[in-house]
């Protein structure tokens, strides 16, 4: 409270009795409750990536890969394919490989048990072969993904009968937006930014994707992340941001947007604040970070924990931003890729008995500031060759414990009814609470100042409601897949956002619906124990 108090006590029009204006209608009451997908995109994702599916790399798909292939990265690959196989063989095996993703009912049902959200990487070559003019996959090449974006579809729509949301992920461009090999080729190149020629071909895979997405063909997305990775400093990103969301917006401005912070995120969370106001109609925008511990000198010269006593201090220059969405726009991240491997100079600091109880606090440290401080995060990664996946399998490591789901997931029907029937009992109590509260906090502090307290009391009323709605939308079978467990809203800032547009909250005292808003999704979710509201 104090930080707002701060903020807007300067706010109210001086002059004006503190005596309240009548209450007013309840604008909010106007406001349809969430939607399917509105829990889908803005519950907290707990969620894994589909790595090496649509975008092979060699360390986790080598039975994908011919002796004759000339390095690790997808180009190489169906190149090599190809060259053994033919054309035909070759696409017989990469539509294999696509459709047995998770062909296992068990994969399915693991995942729907224990995750909300997959991210799937794909390439512009996924589309097909009206995407790959003047790149290395144009020519007989293409032939090969003639029908990878219906599996794409295919695969979305199993994903999501099974409760289960697909953040699509552009992980590899035309040219490259980093030099890796994930990128798609092994040139070592990252030669989308700066080349116009590729950054118009790779808007217009953005424009394919959201309009099959507009119209239904991408069952259950949550959101198209716009590329992966993008290199550090990387020229007219921005640019192409702006350009690539304004285009995205006149098509469907409900769509999650979803952009990589160069490995810059206080920057990028600058950036997309900015055009995360109420008063803009733009997509939603999420920045994408990635949380690696194992990858630079640094890392490795670092014991377990010393690595572990970083986490609390991560995604600091998010905690610091939301919280205020009229004030400073919408603040949304996510931490797209994390795992739980360290080098193995790190765990040659201690003894190796201690390995499994260090990598579970490794694990839980994660998971719980991840929660604290992001609308989600995705293990890299679900699935490879040699499954379980070791330290870099959501598999392994969530069936060891290493790594969990919120509790809320894991509740039982009975459970979550039980938890909603607590918390309607308490509603009206911690209602009038929370209300007096408020009126006293502004009338001792500011006596001489107008305010508009009904504004607290109607954001209240439908923050509580929206908490509501998500913990218990399994449970009612409005949301495909098992009715067990419960959601809570993740993305908080984004999802008052939305909330105020759509009921056309404005003004200078719109700050207090924002709070009453808070604190009812606050006292939901207190009633019900699951106690992540930010």
């Known amino acids: 409270m104090a930080d707002l108090a701060d903020k807007h006590a ?4 001086e002059g004006y009795s503190q005596e309240q204006v009548p209450i007013q209608d309840n604008v909010s009451s106007e406001i349809r409750p969430p939607t399917q997908l509105d829990v889908l995109r803005y519950r907290y994702h707990h969620g894994a990536n589909l790595g090496g599916i649509f975008v092979l790399e060699k360390w986790l798909y080598g039975s994908m890969f011919e002796p004759e292939a000339k390095g690790g990265s997808e180009l190489d690959a169906v190149s090599a394919s190809i060259a053994v196989r033919g ?9 294999a490989h696509w459709s047995s993703a998770l062909s296992d009912h068990p994969d399915l049902d693991f995942l729907a048990a224990y995750c909300t959200s997959v991210r799937l990487p794909i ?8 995407f790959t003019a003047q790149t290395p996959f144009h020519g007989e090449i293409f032939k090969v993904y003639d029908n990878a974006w219906a599996a794409v579809k295919i695969l979305c729509s199993r994903l999501h009968k099974a409760g289960i949301g697909t953040l699509i992920d552009l992980h590899a461009l035309p040219g490259g937006a980093n030099d890796q090999l994930h990128s798609g080729t092994s040139s070592g190149k990252a030669e989308l930014w700066g080349n116009s020629g590729y950054l118009n071909a790779a808007r217009r895979c953005v424009q394919f994707i959201a309009t099959e997405v507009k119209y239904g063909q991408v069952p259950g997305c949550i959101g198209i992340q716009l590329c992966n990775e993008a290199e550090y400093g990387a020229r007219g990103m921005y640019d192409w941001y702006t350009d690539v969301i304004k285009e995205l917006s006149l098509l469907d401005s409900s769509i999650p947007v979803y952009i990589s912070d160069a490995w810059d995120l206080d920057t990028a969370l600058t950036w997309a604040s900015k055009h995360n106001s ?20 640094a890392d490795k010269a670092q014991s377990p924990h010393q690595i572990i006593a970083r986490i609390p ?15 400073r726009g919408a603040t949304e991240a996510v931490v797209g890729e994390w795992s739980c491997v360290l080098d193995r100079e790190t765990w040659a600091k201690v003894d190796a008995a201690n390995r ?16 604290k401080n992001s609308a989600g995060s995705f293990y890299w990664t679900a699935k490879m060759d040699w499954m379980d996946g070791g330290e870099w399998g959501f598999f392994e490591m969530t ?11 894991l509740l039982s029907f009975d459970a979550v009814r039980t938890r909603i029937d607590q918390a309607m009992q308490q509603r009206e109590s911690l209602r009038t609470q929370a209300y007096s509260a408020h009126e006293e906090y502004w009338t001792r502090v500011s006596p001489k100042n107008y305010f508009e307290h009904w504004r607290y009391g109607i954001g209240w009323d439908l923050g509580f409601s929206d908490a509501q709605t998500f913990f218990g939308m399994r449970a009612n079978g409005s949301l495909p897949g098992p009715k067990m467990g419960g959601d809570s809203i993740g993305a908080l800032d984004g999802w008052i956002r939305k909330r105020a ?7 200078d005292f719109a700050w207090e619906w924002e709070q009453g808003f808070r604190q009812g999704v606050r006292h939901f979710e207190g009633c019900a124990g699951i106690g992540n509201a930010k």
């Open 278 to 297: 109420t008063g803009t109609s733009t997509c939603p925008i999420f920045v994408d970070t990635h949380k690696y511990y194992t990858f630079s000198e």
């Open 399 to 409: 069936k060891k414990r290493t790594i969990s789901p919120p509790p809320e997931l």
């Open 123 to 130: 390439g512009f070559f996924t589309l097909g072969r009206f």
């Open 501 to 507: 547009r759509e009921g056309g909250i404005e003004g």
């Open 87 to 95: 054309v035909d063989a070759t696409r017989e095996k990469w539509e």
């Open 313 to 327: 201090s991560e995604l600091s220059e998010v905690a610091s931003r939301v919280g205020d969405v009229f004030g």
């Open 10 to 13: 300067s706010s109210p029009a």
């Open 356 to 371: 499994e109880t260090l990598l579970r606090e490794f694990g839980d440290a994660q998971c719980q500031q991840w929660r």
